[in-house]
Each structure stands twice: as structure tokens, then as C-alpha cells.
């Protein structure tokens, strides 16, 4: 996702510095090229070789240094390549600095001599961010096009449990994406995403659950949230990490993910249902393992009942407030995929309907149609899963 793109990361000397290790790794592992530029005190708190090794660039904390001699103006030649500058944490005295013009160390210079984007994480005691002058400056660099993410209420390292904290690295991350990587359309929007296989649980061990892996719906999820989106992701179990700047909603059953659909339906412009959902589940789940073999009555088994989950899709469908939101469901099929997908859509008032065949699952493409409550069919070729998921955001905006 960041591929091609310069992360200039300025630290400060705040307690915080250590987290900021995380946001390199996180950064490097989207394919940033990252460059750390540390103030003097920072280096007293966190080693310049962490980030060195982290990063895999000179850390820059004296404009002068013999290491930076392949750039002829150091402060200049970084500036001009960074594609944005973030500083993680950021003390009260750089933000101090930076909405006074005062360049008098490596990272405000570069600051100032960059036309970059720029991205501040606050991180400090709650009397020092209540204090009028930092308020001041704060909204001088708001002013000014500076983006803010935090500081976030916590437990501080002073011991009070108050707003200093710094955001969290994954958060962070998930707002230099955002500010970098697409268009922000969506920003405003909630968006709720349903992901995963459920599992019907058997007895304590067994269950019924399908093929799904989950990874449509968190690519959904993901592209939501790089487009400004706010996303709650309600996620069946899946062996997938969180999206950036995502907490799922973990549920097993249809059940509960009906319930959890149900709380955040309410607060959704748009609901996508990638979910695979069970259609039955047993009647009757058991609440010791059955055995093999008949040993006990009570617990062998030669046939188990089932009966029918609740239908999601048309438990929204009908509920208050149905057409103030978009409603998309995903429709896989072995045959007769459109006129399936067809039926589907119109049975459960859907506004799009994403068919696709069984091939998708597991794998990272999709190959895939959009049909529309008119029933036009529109076919997308073989893709990856994050690029169609961007396809079918594309199509939903225009809904909401
Ligand atoms: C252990 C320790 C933790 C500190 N944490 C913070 C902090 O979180 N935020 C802040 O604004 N200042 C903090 N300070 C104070 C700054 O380090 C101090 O204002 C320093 O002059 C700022 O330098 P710099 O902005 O160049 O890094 C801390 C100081 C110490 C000794």
C-alpha cells in the first residue's frame, strides 16, 4: 500500500518513543521507505540503532553528520522526497516549534522546508495538553493543514488516567494510509461489514461451518477505512490478522451475528454482508462431546437434527429505517449463478448483489458480477480480492 512512498518519521522525547518502533515496522511493512529523524532528547529515551535497524536508514539527528554526506543540503534533500512527514510521538515543544516558525534542530528544519503532508501524534501529560499555549498551537498548525490523531484519554506514564496518551501505532499507521494512499469519498460514512464462516456448534468440540476465509469481507473492510469510511467489521472466526485500524467484532454463530448486526445497524450508511451465514444450525448443540460409539444413550449419535437459522439479510431488510441505507449481499452459487443471484437480491431487497462462484474461496482473487435492484448485470474480471473490494466501494458510494 505504500510502496514508492517516503515516510519521514520525526520522534520526539516523550515516554511514547518506544511505541513509535512499532509504527516503523508497521510502515515498512506496507513498502514505506521510512527515514527516523530523532531530537536530541528522544535519543535519550529510545537508541537511535533501534531505528536504524527498524527502518534501515540513518537515523538523522545532526544535520551535519559525516553519515548524511551523500545529500548535499540534508534538511533539503528530505524534505523535498518525503511523501509525508509524521511525528510519533510529538512533545509539546516541537509542537511549540512548528506553529512559531523555529528551526533549530534536524526534525523542525525538515519540517519547515517541506511542502509534504503532515501528520502529528501528540503524546503528553494532560496538564501540559490542557495548557492554553499548547491549545494555541495546536490550533495555529490546525490552521494550517496539519493533521492531528490523539492524544487519546489513558493511563499516562506520570500514573494520572487522563487524555495525553498518544494514539495507537496501528491508528496512526491507519491515518497515513488513509492521508496517502486513495481518495477520502467515503469519509463521514459507516460502513458495516460482515465477514467469515460461521460455525453451528454440534457439541464442544464439533461444529458446522463452511469454505468461507473471510478475506473478502476484511479486504471490504480495509478499502472502507482507506477511503475515510468509519467500519464496524463483524467477523465470524477467520485465521486473518485485524485489518489496520480495525478491532473486529468477533461472533461464531448465525446467531450471534445476527445479534451484532442488529446493534450497529442502526448507526450503518451501508451494510455489506460477505459473511457466509449457516442456513441451519443443529437443533440442539450438546454440552459434552457425543462419542463415537453408542456408550451412554444420552450422548451417541447417528443423525443430527437441524432447523433454520434466522435470515439475516431479511431480518435487516425489514427493519425502521431499511431505505435510509444501502443493503449489499454477496451470493455464491455452483449453478445458475445470475438467475440465483437474481432471486436472491430481489427476495431480500437488496440494493447490489456481488455473485460469485465457489473458485473464490480461500484464494486471494475473485472473479465476480455487481447486479443492481434494476437487475443489470455488470461482469468484472479476475482480480484481486482488495482491488474488486475498491470495484464494489465504488458502486456503493453512489448509494449513499
Ligand atoms: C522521562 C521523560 C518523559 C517525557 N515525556 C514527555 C511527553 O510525553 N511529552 C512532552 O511534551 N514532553 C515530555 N517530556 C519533556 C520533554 O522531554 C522536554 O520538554 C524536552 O525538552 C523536549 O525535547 P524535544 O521536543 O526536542 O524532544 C518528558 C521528559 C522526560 C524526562
Known amino acids: 500500500m505504500l510502496k514508492a512512498k517516503t515516510i519521514i518519521l520525526g520522534i520526539s522525547s516523550s515516554i511514547a518513543a518506544y511505541k513509535s518502533c512499532e509504527v516503523v515496522s508497521q510502515l515498512k511493512k506496507l513498502g514505506a521507505d521510512v527515514w527516523v529523524v530523532m531530537t536530541s532528547d528522544a535519543t535519550k529515551l529510545v537508541s537511535p540503532l533501534t531505528f536504524r535497524t527498524l527502518s534501515g536508514n540513518p537515523v538523522i539527528t545532526d544535520l551535519y553528520s559525516p553519515e548524511l554526506s551523500s545529500m548535499p543540503v540534508p534538511h533539503i534533500s528530505l524534505a523535498k522526497r518525503a511523501s509525508l512527514i509524521l511525528i510519533a510521538p510529538c512533545t509539546a515543544n516541537v509542537i511549540g516549534k512548528l506553529a512559531n516558525g523555529i528551526a533549530d534542530d534536524p526534525l523542525s528544519t525538515i519540517v519547515i522546508s517541506s511542502t509534504a503532508k503532515k501528520v502529528i501524534a501528540p503524546a503528553m501529560n494532560c496538564e501540559m495538553w490542557r495548557n492554553p499555549l499548547v491549545l494555541q498551537n495546536v490550533k495555529k498548525l490546525k490552521a494550517l493543514n496539519f493533521d492531528f490523531i490523539g492524544p487519546v484519554e489513558g493511563k499516562l506514564a506520570c500514573g494520572d488516567d487522563d487524555i495525553g496518551r498518544m494514539a495507537e501505532p496501528a491508528e496512526i499507521v491507519g491515518e497515513v494510509v488513509s492521508s496517502l494512499v486513495v481518495q477520502q469519498d467515503l469519509k463521514g460514512k459507516r460502513f458495516l461489514v460482515t465477514a467469515g464462516g460461521t460455525r453451528e456448534a454440534i457439541d464442544p468440540v464439533r461444529y458446522i461451518s463452511n469454505r468461507s476465509s473471510g478475506k473478502m469481507g476484511y479486504a471490504l473492510a480495509q478499502a472502507a477505512r482507506e477511503r475515510g469510511s ?171
Do not use: C, W
Open 230 to 400: 468509519a467500519v464496524n467489521l463483524i467477523s465470524a472466526p477467520t485465521n486473518l490478522a485485524a485489518p489496520l485500524d480495525i478491532k473486529p467484532i468477533k461472533v461464531e454463530s448465525a446467531g450471534s451475528m445476527l445479534e451484532a448486526v442488529l446493534d450497529y445497524y442502526n448507526s450503518a450508511d451501508a451494510v455489506i454482508m460477505a459473511a457466509a451465514v449457516a442456513d441451519y444450525r443443529p437443533v440442539k448443540a450438546e454440552g459434552k462431546k457425543l462419542k463415537k460409539k453408542v456408550i451412554s444413550k444420552q450422548y451417541a449419535v447417528s443423525s443430527i437434527e437441524l432447523e433454520e437459522t434466522d435470515d439475516i439479510l431479511k431480518t435487516i431488510a425489514k427493519q425502521k429505517g431499511r431505505k435510509d441505507r444501502a443493503l449489499v449481499g454477496f451470493a455464491l452459487e455452483t449453478d445458475d449463478l445470475i438467475a440465483n443471484a437474481k432471486k436472491k437480491l430481489k427476495e431480500k431487497d437488496l440494493d447490489l448483489i456481488i455473485a460469485n462462484d465457489p473458485s473464490t474461496f480461500d484464494g486471494n482473487l475473485i472473479k465476480f458480477s455487481i447486479i443492481d435492484s434494476q437487475g443489470k448485470v455488470k461482469n468484472y474480471p479476475k482480480q484481486p480480492k482488495d482491488q474488486a473490494a475498491h470495484v464494489i466501494l465504488d458502486r456503493v458510494s453512489n448509494l449513499i
